[in-house]
């Protein structure tokens, strides 16, 4: 195990049916506050089958911000899906890994090479 400095936190919550209905009757002036992939407020971001929403922070955020954080979720849920209340307890904090690549299948990966420096054991 090896501690990741780079690695940005998301702090969300799953989207289950009745969010997912409350986002999809969002206002048009609310849909900032979520639609945008980069955005500043809130991101809608896939793990796995699922889909979760919330607000990604830079890496090394200090724990008294964490709160303010949580409470700063739920309140633009609030906002944009007022009919669905989410506890704060919902929240919970990944870590955001990078893009995993296709795995390379056999044609695409390189044929081997047969001329070039070797080096033998003679």
């Known amino acids: 195990m090896k ?15 009745r ?21 500043p407020f809130l991101r809608v971001l896939p793990f796995g ?3 979760w929403i919330g607000k990604v922070i830079d890496p090394g955020v200090n724990v008294t911000e964490v709160e303010d954080i949580q409470r700063n979720v739920t309140s633009i849920l609030r906002r944009i ?13 990944f870590s955001i890994g990078a893009e995993e690549a296709p795995p ?3 044609a695409a990966q390189p044929a081997p090479a047969t001329r070039g420096p070797y080096i033998a054991n003679y």
């Open 3 to 17: 501690l990741q400095k780079t690695s940005q936190l998301f702090f969300g919550c799953k989207i289950d049916s």
């Open 19 to 39: 969010l997912r209905d409350a986002l999809s009757r969002a206002k048009p002036g609310d849909r900032r506050y979520f639609e945008d992939p980069e955005s």
């Open 104 to 106: 390379e299948t056999e």
């Open 81 to 93: 899906a007022p009919d669905v209340r989410q506890a704060p307890s919902s929240i919970k904090i």
């Open 49 to 51: 089958d699922e889909r």
